[in-house]
């Protein structure tokens, strides 16, 4: 049964500084992995895909990689921000129609 | 971007009572999705629904849980006799394929509170 767990469950930096949020599963037999922004009491956000065949995706100041064979993935986020306070979830996909699996997720807060 | 609806945003009932949630999916989208989160824990899979039928569901999803695609664009999650333990955050989710390169996208929620 495929395990996801997040690591730190919260981290609090100062506005400005590059972070790392880092996700890892126990079977690495995945299609894809997915991460999602979630502010308090609202929806899921997708911030970036990853499938299993690549390496790394980008978007703006994130970056997502993929180490499919070790089980990990990590989502960095540049230059933080007060508006990026959130919890981030890693979610991975194990392949056709099976559902997603989630972590618990990183509690994060930029302070200004 | 194309969004995923869901309504009611919240819903307070009482113990016992059928409660209805529902769901607009991106039009384009062919699966289906409802997972559920408890506050403070993860989020879980409820079930998953294509071709109008169930594909699969998790152990939650018992006698007390029923999907339905009642048209070309809704779809609900109905509830029997809710429990306290029913209250959570419950998402609709849709995905236009199931490739590798075809993610989720989720709605807002509804916050479902059982009294």
């Known amino acids: 049964k495929q395990e996801v767990t997040q690591i730190p469950a919260a981290l609090s930096v100062p506005e400005g500084e590059n972070l790392v949020l880092n996700c890892s599963f126990t079977d690495s037999a995945i299609y894809n992995l997915q991460w999602f922004r979630q502010d308090p009491g609202k929806g899921l956000t997708s911030l970036l895909l990853?499938?299993?065949?690549?390496r790394e995706q980008t978007s703006g100041r994130l970056n997502a990689s993929l180490d499919k064979s070790s089980g990990r993935s990590t989502l960095y986020i540049a230059a933080s921000q007060p508006g990026d306070s959130a919890t981030y979830l890693c979610?991975?996909?194990?392949?056709?129609?099976?559902?997603?699996?989630f972590g618990k997720g990183t509690r994060l807060s930029v302070i200004a | 971007e194309p969004e995923v609806t869901q309504t009611p945003s919240h819903q307070v009932t009482q113990m016992g009572q059928e409660v209805i949630l529902r769901c607009v999916p991106i039009s384009n989208h062919l699966y289906f999705y409802w997972y559920r989160q408890i506050l403070g824990q993860k989020v879980e899979f409820l079930v998953s629904f294509y071709n109008n039928e169930i594909s699969e569901k998790s152990e939650i999803f018992d006698d007390q849980f029923s999907v339905e695609r009642p048209d070309g664009s809704n779809f609900t999650l109905k509830i029997r006799s809710t429990k306290l333990e029913d209250s959570a955050m419950y998402f609709c989710a849709s995905r236009e394929r199931t490739g590798a390169n075809y993610g989720y996208t989720f709605g807002s929620g509804t916050r479902l509170t059982v009294v």
């Open positions: 990853i499938q299993s065949s690549q």
């Open positions: 979610a991975v996909g194990p392949g056709g129609n099976t559902p997603l699996v």
